[in-house]
């Protein structure tokens, strides 16, 4: 059995994009055609792969996966498009990344399942070009971006819905280790699976890995069962630091708290300070920082709160 959920009852947590996908694909079996196209926005490792299978199984539906650095030419997302057959979904992984002349591509086949193409031909003075319309079977594009804000306006309004994951709970990442620890087979405990979710950084990718670690160590130390001691030796030795706050997180906050004294600072001041784009800054960093309640953003700039403080003296200890 697969670690990744093959169903929307498996899929836990995001209640609320669960409710709209489950109407989207009620109403696209009782029209009996296909879904129309979504795009699905978070943070990487929340889950927009696995909601794009998910979404498949649940229509019953092939799906071709396929992510936007990969098509280098032409020929590549000419050669995608007309693999599919009816009802097909194609997932495009990191959509924000796709050149314009591939988006340009994509419009008329998203709208009318057209795909305007140049053929040519001869040799010499007879050689020729001609241009023609192929009809393409009516597929559902599913696109992941982590970056909505650098899709191009008029791909993303040819996109039917706009599903936007979140960070989980505690909670609900507790629930995930407990499910994937189930299908490996390994015996953990309840207070053990909510120390994992605690370091987890509201992601369930880092959740997974971080159980996988934790299992090594059990495996390697003898243990038969998992523990919140165990799970607290593991992520000592692998370095796994509280919240699971990565580097680039680290360096922002070390910047507005050390170097800024907590703020307010202004996003131009924290770019050129972080060596970073506007972009990254408020779409990859801040989202987890400010649902942690690190850092609160003020008509004057951000601001370190107090849990950013204490955060960081504690860091600084272990
Ligand atoms: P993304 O495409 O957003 O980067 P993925 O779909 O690859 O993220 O998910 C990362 C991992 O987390 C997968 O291995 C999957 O099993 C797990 N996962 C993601 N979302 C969920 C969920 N809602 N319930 C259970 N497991 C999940």
């Known amino acids: 059995m697969s670690i990744r959920p093959l169903t929307l009852v498996e899929y836990i947590g995001q209640e609320e994009v669960k409710k709209q996908v489950r109407v989207l694909i009620d109403s696209a079996k009782k029209r009996v055609e ?61 959509i924000h990344r796709l050149s314009p002349a591939f988006e340009e591509i994509l419009y008329p086949a998203m709208e009318d399942f057209k795909l305007d193409i140049i053929i040519g031909g001869g040799v010499g003075k007879k050689r020729y070009s001609k241009a023609i319309t192929l009809d393409l079977s009516r597929f559902t594009l599913i696109g992941a971006t982590t970056r909505i804000g650098m899709l191009s306006d008029p791909l993303l309004s040819r996109f039917g819905v706009i599903l936007t994951l979140d960070y989980y709970t505690e909670g609900e990442l507790s629930e995930i280790v407990k499910r994937v620890a189930q299908i490996m087979a390994v015996e953990i405990e309840e207070e053990a699976c909510m120390e994992i979710a605690r370091h987890s950084r509201g992601t369930p990718r880092i959740a997974n890995k971080i159980l996988k670690r934790v299992y090594d160590f059990s495996l390697s130390h003898n243990r038969e069962r998992i523990d919140t001691d165990t799970v607290r030796q593991a992520l000592r030795l692998f370095s796994i630091k509280d919240y699971g706050i990565d580097s680039l997180m680290l360096k922002y906050l070390r910047i507005l708290v050390e170097s800024f004294h907590g703020g307010p600072i202004g996003l131009t001041t924290l770019c050129s300070a972080l060596n ?28 370190a709160q107090g849990k950013a403080f204490e955060f960081l003296s504690n860091f600084r200890d272990t």
């Open 34 to 94: 296909s879904l129309d196209h979504i795009i699905l926005a978070g943070p990487p490792g929340l889950g927009k792969t696995t909601l794009a299978t998910v979404i498949a199984t649940e229509m019953g539906s092939q799906i071709k996966v396929t992510s936007a650095p990969v098509i280098e030419k032409k020929g590549d997302i000419v050669g995608l498009l007309t693999s599919l057959k009816d009802g097909d979904i194609l997932f495009i992984d990191e």
């Open 276 to 303: 970073e784009d506007r972009k990254t800054i408020e779409e990859v960093i801040e989202p987890f920082l400010l649902r942690m309640g690190f850092i609160k953003k003020t008509k004057v700039g951000r601001v």
